[in-house]
């Protein structure tokens, strides 16, 4: 256990609402990271953190915001939630030299 | 980009057999990390093993190893004396070595392990 809590862990929103998943990490780890995984393509990349206020894109950004203004919280914001982002969604953190990220336990969510 | 793929969706095993599930990957990076991950129905991702391409052993953890093969890009993970809590999702990720963004991981499709009492 990394120490990182995912909330909410279950979510059913209707399309066209914003939605705003959290992640919370108690162990100050710099780097921390968004996936969303769908059936066919395991886990694929969002966006990414290398430090407060430090964000990029990853491979899937498109639909997707992210923020981090504290070193302990990542927040990924659906703006505007479509059908086709019904997935769940992973935090991760890197850890220490060996750079092995570590998973929260998911998010569902479900835009209907 | 870097690719990681996994030939096999589903594999079945025998409780107490041995089974290899097959990754391959591709890369234009000589120095990068390979990992194996579980997923089981509790849906929590957990790390199996891990590899340094630059180290030419292949890594073990207790049950399982792998076969890394750096030349034909392959990276196989062998479970010995299966057991029923090694049925899962295993998942096979890459991770460049070179700088910030390199720390993202780069996911295979998965393969579902089956272990049959």
């Known amino acids: 256990d990394a120490g990182i809590t995912q909330s909410p862990r279950h979510k059913v929103t209707e399309t066209g609402t914003p939605v705003t998943l959290r992640c919370h990490q108690t162990e100050n780890h710099r780097y921390m990271y968004w996936y969303r995984q769908d059936p066919g393509h395991g886990l694929r990349l969002i966006h990414y953190?290398?430090?407060?206020?430090?964000?990029d894109k990853g491979e899937v950004s498109d639909g997707y915001s992210v923020s981090r203004s504290k070193t302990e919280d990542f927040l990924l914001t659906l703006e505007s939630a479509t059908s086709s982002q019904t997935s769940v969604y992973f935090c991760?953190?890197?850890?220490?030299?060996?750079?092995?990220?570590?998973f929260g336990a998911g998010t569902r969510l479900s835009v209907l | 980009a870097q690719t990681v793929t996994q030939s096999q969706p589903e594999m079945s095993v025998q409780e107490a057999e041995t089974v290899t599930l097959s990754c391959t990957y591709d890369t234009s990076e000589s120095d990068y990390y390979l990992f194996w991950y579980k997923q089981p129905p509790s849906r929590q991702m957990i790390l199996v093993i891990r590899?340094?391409?630059?180290?030419?052993q292949n890594a073990t953890e207790n049950r399982f190893s792998v076969n890394f093969q750096k030349a034909a890009k392959s990276f196989s993970l062998k479970i010995s004396d299966s057991q029923l809590g090694d049925a899962a999702m295993y998942f096979c990720?890459?991770?460049?070595?070179?700088?910030?963004?390199?720390?993202?991981?780069?996911f295979g499709e998965g393969t579902q392990l089956t272990v049959n009492p």
């Open positions: 990720a890459y991770r460049s070595a070179l700088g910030t963004s390199g720390s993202r991981l780069t």
């Open positions: 590899q340094e391409a630059y180290k030419q």
């Open positions: 953190s290398y430090g407060v206020k430090d964000t």
């Open positions: 991760a953190i890197s850890e220490g030299v060996k750079n092995i990220q570590y």
